[in-house]
């Protein structure tokens, strides 16, 4: 994979992170690449951190066709790959030794009484939906041309990429991050048959009876008045994540959550 224009975002906060970038930059140096800021020019975007800060590289792309590889350097990192050896990393990406894992994304838009749509914002795990104050909310809830009525604490709305993160820590479903589906996930619901489900119609509306905060992927908090609705659904176009050639999300899964030490 030729490539010659090479971005990087940091976390700040990972120790010696300065000198972890210094040496990337080398190594990309070496490959023939070139380090630039993240513009429309960039090929590749190669964060440095955990899964938080691809989180942030997916909302600082200029545009979708420029893919991202994580290398980690957090704690958990399902978006990333662990590189005990960074440089052999780079030489398999640029030596077509990885692939693109293509993800859907959400975009969310709140509906105004009068049918103005105003954007809110792009996800790549969730959008959860939550109650300013201890007060319960009762929901509206829009799947295809069904409406439920609920009350619950709150509401996640999240990708099959998010299902291993805030979806999951609320009881939701475990999901092939490729797989084109959303994940509804209630918090503390006030029934005893409701159940976190898998849709595949694409377009979810929900519409809260109390103000509520709409918080995008951990990293953005915005007001959604009562009575109005929030329209949540896929992009149009993927998120492409760089993955090993051979990469196995359901070993991934057994290794990150310590599922595969035996039944004694």
């Not at 350097?73 to 693109?100: A, H, P, W, Y």
């Not at 975009?107 to 009068?114: F, L």
């Not at 041309?145 to 820590?169: C, E, L, N, R």
Request: charged share 20%.
């Amino acid at each position: 994979m030729k490539m010659s224009n090479i971005s990087i975002i940091e976390n700040p906060k990972v120790p010696d992170i300065s000198g972890i970038r210094n040496n990337l930059e080398k190594i990309v140096q070496k490959m023939g690449a070139k380090i630039v800021p993240c513009c429309k020019n960039t090929e590749i975007l190669i964060s440095l951190g955990g899964d938080g800060t691809v989180l942030k590289g997916f909302r600082m792309l200029p545009s979708f066709d420029i893919p991202l590889l994580g290398l980690n350097f957090g704690k958990f990192g399902f978006l990333t790959i662990d590189c005990k050896d960074m440089e052999k990393v780079v030489q398999d990406v640029f030596s077509g030794n990885f692939r693109v894992s293509p993800r859907i994304y959400l975009e969310g838009h709140i509906v105004s009484p009068s049918n103005k749509a105003t954007f809110v914002g792009r996800a790549l795990n969730e959008m959860v939906i939550f109650r300013k104050d201890i007060r319960m909310v009762e929901f509206e809830l829009t799947l295809g041309s069904t409406v439920f009525y609920f009350k619950a604490d709150g509401m996640i709305v999240s990708t099959p990429t998010g299902s291993t993160a805030h979806a999951f820590s609320a009881g939701g479903p475990i999901v092939f991050p490729e797989v084109r589906s959303l994940i509804i996930v209630a918090f503390a619901p006030f029934t005893a048959t409701w159940r976190n489900c898998i849709y595949e119609g694409g377009r979810v509306l929900l519409k809260p009876s109390r103000d509520c905060d709409i918080i995008i992927d951990g990293q953005e908090k915005i007001n959604l008045p009562k009575e109005q609705l929030l329209e949540i659904q896929p992009g149009q176009e993927s998120f492409k994540l760089m993955v090993p050639e051979n990469w196995d999300f359901w070993n991934t899964l057994k290794e990150k959550f310590s599922w595969g030490k035996g039944l004694v």
